[in-house]
C-alpha cells in the first residue's frame, strides 16, 4: 500500500469544487505558508513560473488529503490528469474542470518519494478505517 498527497488548489476550494472531488477518490481510493510552499515545490525552483506558482498556492486556503491504496501514487495522477488542462482527457478531474496550467484545480504527488516527503511536510495523522477488510484480501 503507498500513499499520496492531494492537494484541492485555490481555485477548486473557490469554485467549490472539493465535494466533486473528495467524492471521486472516495468512489476510487479508499482508506485512506510560503516556505511549506517552497518545500513542497523544492523540485521547480528556479522555473520562470516558481514565483506566480507560490503567490497563487498562497493565496488562500487549500484542501489537503492522504489517501491510501493500491498504486495510490500512479492511481491519483491518473484521476487529476496531466499538468497541462488542455492535454488532460475528458474525465479527469483537470481534463474536466480546469482552463490554465497555472489553475489546474488539484495538485497529486509524482512519486512516492515524493508523498512520503509532503505528507511529512503536511503532518498529516495516519488511521485505519473499517472498510480495508471489504477491499483487499
Ligand atoms: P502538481 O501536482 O501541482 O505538482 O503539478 P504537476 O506535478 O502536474 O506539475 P509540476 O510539478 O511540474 O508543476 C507544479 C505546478 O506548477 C503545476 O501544477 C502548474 O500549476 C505549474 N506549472 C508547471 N509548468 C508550468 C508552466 O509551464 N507554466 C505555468 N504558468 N505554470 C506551470
Ligand atoms: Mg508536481
Request: one cysteine or more; glycine letters at 10%.
Amino acid at each position: 500500500n503507498e500513499r499520496t498527497y492531494i492537494m484541492i488548489k485555490p481555485d477548486g476550494v473557490q469554485r467549490g469544487l472539493v465535494g466533486n472531488i473528495i467524492a471521486r477518490f472516495e468512489q476510487r481510493l479508499v482508506q485512506a505558508t510560503e516556505a511549506h510552499l517552497e518545500n513542497h515545490y523544492s523540485d521547480l525552483k528556479g522555473k520562470p513560473f516558481f514565483p506566480g506558482l507560490i503567490k497563487y498556492m498562497a493565496s488562500g486556503p487549500v484542501v489537503a488529503m492522504v489517501w491510501q491504496g493500491l498504486d495510490a501514487v500512479k492511481t491519483g495522477r491518473a484521476m487529476l490528469g496531466t499538468t497541462n488542462p488542455l492535454q488532460s482527457p475528458p474525465g479527469s478531474i483537470r481534463g474536466d474542470f480546469a482552463l490554465a496550467v497555472g489553475r489546474n484545480i488539484c495538485h497529486g504527488s509524482d512519486s512516492v518519494e515524493s508523498a512520503e516527503k509532503e505528507i511529512k511536510l503536511q503532518g498529516v495523522v495516519q488511521y485505519t478505517t473499517s472498510l480495508e477488510t471489504w477491499i483487499f484480501e
